[in-house]
């Protein structure tokens, strides 16, 4: 079965600093990797998917497959940024749903 | 993305009773996916729902404990039975069409449920 691992519950940075979210996963297929963002109050919104390889508020992601990873990156961290960010794997089957991490919450400090 | 729309957005109830879920998306759409978020947790899976037939539920979920509707392709419902402290969570529903299979899932606002 899929699985999606974020280790870290809890980042806490300054402002300015780079960031960096880990996410790895298990799949033995080869699967689409998406980084979903849950600002304070507010609906669960796509940041970014792994096909698309664009930058989105400055976060980039890569997948690497040797590693099974896709880690979250932004070279200088922003207050705004601070949210929960969940990594999520969905079988490329083309029509299967979402397995989530348990999420990580970044707080940017000023 | 298609506009989803869930109702109520939050509510107290009372050990014992149900609660109805609704979710109301702006296009059709082949398959509703339910999720549940308990607090300070990740989003789980409970069930599947497509149009005309039964829903299909993900382990450790059963119909009797949340039986969904899927009366046609643009609405949904989820109700939560007999509901026990437990069962406190937002509710989260979300839309996948096959003819967008690639696309990525979006999500409702969800419903914040909690259990007195």
């Known amino acids: 079965a899929q699985r999606v691992t974020q280790p870290e519950k809890l980042l806490s940075v300054f402002k300015g600093a780079p960031v960096e979210l880990k996410c790895n996963y298990s799949?033995?297929?080869?699967?689409?990797l998406f980084w979903y963002v849950q600002y304070s109050r507010q609906r669960l919104q796509l940041l970014l998917r792994h096909i698309s390889r664009e930058s989105i508020k400055g976060f980039t992601a890569d997948l690497n497959k040797g590693e099974t990873s896709f880690h979250l990156k932004k070279p200088f961290a922003q207050e705004e940024d601070s949210a929960m960010y969940y990594c999520?794997?969905?079988?490329?089957?083309?029509?299967?749903?979402?397995?989530f991490g348990k999420g990580t919450m970044l707080l940017v400090s000023p | 993305s298609a506009v989803i729309s869930q109702k109520p957005s939050r509510d107290i109830c009372q050990r014992g009773t149900s609660l109805t879920i609704q979710c109301q998306v702006d296009?059709?759409?082949?398959?509703m996916f339910w999720y549940r978020q308990q607090p300070g947790q990740s989003l789980t899976l409970i069930a599947t729902a497509n149009q005309g037939s039964e829903a299909t539920y993900e382990s450790g979920f059963v119909i009797d404990k949340f039986p969904i509707s899927r009366p046609n392709l643009t609405f949904s419902t989820l109700t939560v039975s007999n509901m026990s402290p437990e069962d406190s969570s937002i509710y989260l529903c979300?839309?996948?069409?096959?003819?967008?299979?690639?696309?990525?899932?979006?999500f409702g606002d969800g419903t914040r449920l909690s259990i007195l």
């Open positions: 979300s839309p996948s069409s096959r003819q967008k299979s690639n696309q990525p899932q979006h």
């Open positions: 999520a794997l969905r079988m490329n089957s083309g029509y299967s749903t979402l397995t």
């Open positions: 799949y033995s297929g080869s699967p689409e």
């Open positions: 296009s059709q759409v082949t398959m």
